[in-house]
């Protein structure tokens, strides 16, 4: 099938890092800029950005020189607005994107005006209206939609679900991650709905972040754990006891560890692009996914880092569709079967299954 028939197909993307997912031209554009101030110089970076094949080390020094192009108020805001844009354009219609609130003293950034910050850039979206507060939350509805996008110009607009995950990185202290647990639990209101745990998987002690992760369970945020990443059976076993909602990745995981995830049935986040370049899974033949489909394990494909790995949730489903030999048909049941593990409320639920329901009649 040609791209565009996935392009066309309504998509649920779930685990989306907001600076792995910054477009090309932005990073380039802002690296001329830190390049001409003398901060980086631009020679040096520029290949890197433009390089295609990565290993695990190389894509977090890559994230790296990401934040150092990114950590600014202002420019959060931007790439958050890019890449929303990015995912409506391909027909992703709920989105949940997940990003590291962070400090930073020297630029007066804190990780509540980090947040802030994504959170005006949700706002600033044009091309697409986005609908990211909860229906439960405590405004009436004329509030809630002023503060969507709805300068309507006659034909009907294309509309996205939003909801952000905060993630910890494995670099953090308890303390640093107690705070992101505090911070979404104030933001609730405003679309924040979960935790994630992220980072360089060889970084960073599982004790470390189990008391918020422990304390985010309890006060009802969702969680989903990169688990598995790299072999590390006494983490994955310590993971899966928690109880998250979903787990990203799974790909080193053992005869014991399969048999236990199958039984929790707790939904894995694929990442193939991602799993495939960061070598985390030898060649897409031996990839996990065809397992976990032939025995109805829930899953939803996503992309990771659609900027840094060069994808985007459409080019994932082709993929998926040529390596597995997945029809139309099947490819679009998988993307509705997501609905099922999405961290939002049934509203959102029946709202999006109406969406899937009224495009099958075009498949
Ligand atoms: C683990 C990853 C990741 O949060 O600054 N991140 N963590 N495994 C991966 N697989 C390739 N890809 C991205 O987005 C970038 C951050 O997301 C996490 C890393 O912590 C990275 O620094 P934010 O918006």
């Known amino acids: 099938m040609e791209m565009e028939g996935w392009v066309s197909m309504p998509k649920v993307e779930l685990h989306a890092h907001l600076n792995g997912s910054v477009r090309d031209s932005t990073l380039l554009e802002l690296a001329r800029v830190l390049g001409e101030k003398g901060v980086i110089v631009f020679s040096d970076v520029e290949h890197v950005i433009l390089k295609n094949e990565r290993s695990l080390t190389e894509v977090f020094r890559l994230f790296d020189l990401i934040h150092i192009l990114?950590?600014?108020?202002?420019?959060i805001t931007r790439i958050t607005k890019e890449v929303i844009e990015d995912f409506a354009s391909e027909n992703v219609v709920y989105l949940e994107l997940r990003t590291t609130p962070k400090k930073n003293d020297s630029i007066g950034m804190s990780k509540r005006s980090y947040l802030e910050a994504v959170l005006e850039g949700i706002k600033a979206v044009n091309t697409v209206d986005v609908a990211f507060r909860p229906?439960?939350?405590?405004?009436?509805?004329?509030?809630r939609s002023s503060l969507i996008n709805d300068t309507c110009n006659g034909s009907t607009r294309k509309k996205i679900y939003v909801r952000l995950l905060l993630s910890i990185d494995r670099r953090e202290t308890t303390e640093a991650a107690m705070e992101t647990v505090k911070l979404a639990l104030e933001m609730r209101d405003l679309g924040v709905v979960g935790i994630d745990l992220s980072g360089n998987p060889i970084v960073g002690e599982w004790m470390t972040f189990f008391p918020a992760l422990k304390f985010a369970r309890e006060q009802g945020l969702y969680i989903t754990l990169h688990c598995g990443e790299v072999p590390n059976p006494k983490?994955?076993?310590?993971?899966?006891?928690?109880?998250?909602?979903?787990?990203?990745?799974?790909?080193?995981?053992?005869?014991?560890?399969?048999?236990?995830?199958?039984?929790?049935?707790?939904?894995?986040?694929?990442?193939?692009?991602?799993?495939?370049?960061?070598?985390?899974?030898?060649?897409?033949?031996?990839?996990?996914f065809a397992d976990l489909y032939n025995s109805k394990h829930p899953l939803?494909?996503?992309?990771?880092?659609?900027?840094?790995?060069?994808?985007?949730?459409?080019?994932?489903?082709?993929?998926?569709?040529?390596?597995?030999?997945?029809?139309?048909?099947?490819?679009?049941?998988?993307?509705?079967n997501a609905i099922e593990?999405?961290?939002?409320?049934?509203?959102?639920?029946?709202?999006?299954?109406?969406?899937?329901?009224?495009?099958?009649?075009?498949?």
């Not at 899974?281 to 990839?287: P, W």
């Open 70 to 75: 990114t950590t600014d108020h202002k420019i």
């Open 135 to 143: 229906h439960n939350a405590d405004v009436s509805n004329v509030k």
């Open 235 to 288: 983490e994955i076993q310590a993971m899966l006891d928690l109880l998250p909602q979903r787990i990203g990745h799974a790909c080193c995981f053992e005869e014991e560890e399969w048999k236990r995830l199958k039984s929790l049935n707790i939904p894995v986040e694929i990442c193939l692009t991602s799993n495939i370049r960061t070598n985390s899974v030898r060649s897409i033949e031996v990839h996990h």
């Open 300 to 336: 939803v494909i996503c992309t990771d880092d659609s900027g840094v790995f060069s994808t985007s949730v459409s080019k994932e489903y082709n993929l998926a569709a040529s390596a597995f030999g997945l029809g139309r048909r099947e490819i679009f049941q998988l993307a509705r």
């Open 341 to 363: 593990y999405i961290f939002a409320d049934d509203e959102v639920k029946r709202e999006l299954k109406e969406i899937f329901n009224s495009a099958e009649l075009d498949q």
